[in-house]
T-cell receptor, first 113, second 113 residues
Framework: DQQVKQNSPSLSVQEGRISILNCDYT??????FLWYKKYPAEGPTFLIS?????DKNEDGRFTVFLNKSAKHLSLHIVPSQPGDSAVYFC????????????FGAGTILRVKS | KAGVTQTPRYLIKTRGQQVTLSCSPI?????VSWYQQTPGQGLQFLFE???????NKGNFPGRFSGRQFSNSRSEMNVSTLELGDSALYLC????????????FGPGTRLTVL
């Protein structure tokens, strides 16, 4: 049972344009959501997170939007840069389960220059 | 500040053998979690340790075990290796038990022949 889904295996975007990565979840008990970026042969790197009490969180070029009623979150990268090319993972957690993260399958982002 | 370190980085074992992987968290971090990444199943939570106690456990057989030492360093052990255990094993650390922001190491690539 996939509780966190990233339905787009890959996304290709032109440099300077907006990248939008999507994530859906099924478990309404999740109360914290995170995005990680992963390069080959490296571990995931934390990008940005959002608590379920918010609907938006912004950090520089990265903004995460949360729609609790739709159980959907998205990561916006503006403007996209070639160095953003990586695999992006959405993850979710529940407070009572401590640091246990449930990950989506990932989306490969390619930013073309 | 040094990041999460994992040793060894690469490992080749044969079926039936056992293996021990090591993780040193970021200095001051007291929570350590382990994840398995495979092409078919993605990133899956194995277990989490805090103050030398296992707080959470994922859906893996008893062949997978771990422990944490008083200096927060952690080891995980897999006994009676199977071909399907071939994966990237990632360790993540965080300051506290309920600190959602986790920092990942580069992983140990285990190949079972």
């Amino acid at each position: 049972d996939q509780q966190v889904k990233q339905n787009s295996p890959s996304l290709s975007v032109q440099e300077g344009r907006i990248s939008i990565l999507n994530c859906d979840y099924t478990n309404s008990m999740f109360d914290y959501f995170l995005w990680y970026k992963k390069y080959p042969a490296e571990g995931p790197t934390f990008l940005i997170s959002i608590s379920s009490i918010k609907d938006k969180n912004e950090d520089g070029r990265f903004t995460v939007f949360l729609n609790k009623s739709a159980k959907h979150l998205s990561l916006h990268i503006v403007p996209s840069q070639p160095g953003d090319s990586a695999v992006y993972f959405c993850a979710a957690s529940r407070s009572e389960y401590g640091n246990k993260l449930v990950f989506g399958a990932g989306t490969i982002l390619r930013v073309k220059s | 500040k040094a990041g999460v370190t994992q040793t060894p980085r690469y490992l080749i074992k044969t079926r039936g053998q056992q293996v021990t992987l090591s993780c040193s968290p970021i200095s001051g971090h007291r929570s350590v979690s382990w994840y398995q990444q495979t092409p078919g199943q993605g990133l899956q939570f194995l277990f989490e340790y805090f103050s030398e106690t296992q707080r959470n456990k994922g859906n893996f057989p008893g062949r997978f075990s771990g422990r944490q030492f008083s200096n927060s360093r952690s080891e995980m052990n897999v006994s009676t290796l199977e071909l399907g255990d071939s994966a990237l094993y990632l360790c993540a650390s965080s300051l506290e038990a309920d600190d959602n922001e986790q920092f990942f190491g580069p992983g140990t690539r285990l190949t079972v022949l």
